[in-house]
């Protein structure tokens, strides 16, 4: 099974200053990524899938980068919305497919 | 519009048994596999069970092989998710999600409380 691990656990951001979040596979993923933001109350949204795709509908300020082992979502200028909890996961080597522990982002 | 409706949660006993259903419109039901995906109170995302577009090929996570049972009826654009043996540890929120390379449909969610 791949791990997936995230970091940091929370992360404190400014409105309009720049998150850069961290995800790490147990072993290559290769680009079979996926990020998800999910919201109090509410089920997950697709952010980004093969790493660096944008999913349909979602800002430009949001971006997804990496391969292999190592990958990163950049969210450039955090609004008000975007305080949320994000969840990468990895689906090149299933089953199962994994996910990481998330990732908090809160306002500083 | 696109959408995935799940029902049949509440709260069961430990050991008892429940069905969850998710209903799907708005896109050709019968071309995607579909997962099942639990989130515990206060956790994460967990997988728990897949199936292909036609049925023939089902994987679970190794926390509900053999008491969970996944299947689904193309004509009527639904899937299931037979959950026996019930667990305290099974208490969660189920999503169902549309598969493939984008996960990019997901039901709102129901939620399962085991407890005597």
């Known amino acids: 099974e791949i791990v997936m691990t995230q970091s940091p656990a929370t992360l404190s951001v400014s409105p309009g200053e720049r998150a850069t979040l961290s995800c790490r596979a147990s072993q290559s993923v290769s680009s079979n990524l996926a990020w998800y933001q999910q919201k109090p109350g509410q089920a997950p949204r697709l952010l980004v899938y093969g790493a660096s795709t944008r999913a349909t509908g979602i800002p430009a300020r949001f971006s997804g980068s990496g391969s292999g082992t190592e990958f990163t979502l950049t969210i450039s200028s955090l609004q008000s919305e975007d305080f949320a909890l994000y969840y990468c996961q990895q689906y090149n080597n299933w089953p199962p497919w994994t996910f990481g522990q998330g990732t908090k982002v809160e306002i500083k | 519009q696109v959408q995935l409706v799940e029902s049949g949660g509440g709260v069961v006993q430990p050991g008892r048994s429940l069905r969850l259903s998710c209903a799907a419109s708005?896109?050709?039901?019968?071309?995607?596999?579909i997962h099942w995906v639990r989130q515990a109170p206060g956790k994460g995302l967990e997988w728990v069970a897949f199936?292909?577009?036609?049925?023939?090929?089902?994987y679970y996570a190794d926390s509900v092989m053999g008491r969970f049972i996944i299947s689904r009826d193309n004509s009527k654009n639904t899937l299931y998710l037979q959950m026996n043996t019930l667990r305290t540890e099974d208490t969660a929120i189920y999503y169902c999600?549309?598969?493939?390379?984008?996960?990019?449909?997901w039901g709102q969610g129901t939620m399962v409380t085991v407890s005597s």
């Open positions: 708005g896109f050709i039901f019968s071309n995607y596999g």
């Open positions: 999600a549309k598969g493939g390379q984008e996960w990019n449909v």
């Open positions: 199936i292909s577009y036609d049925g023939s090929n089902k």
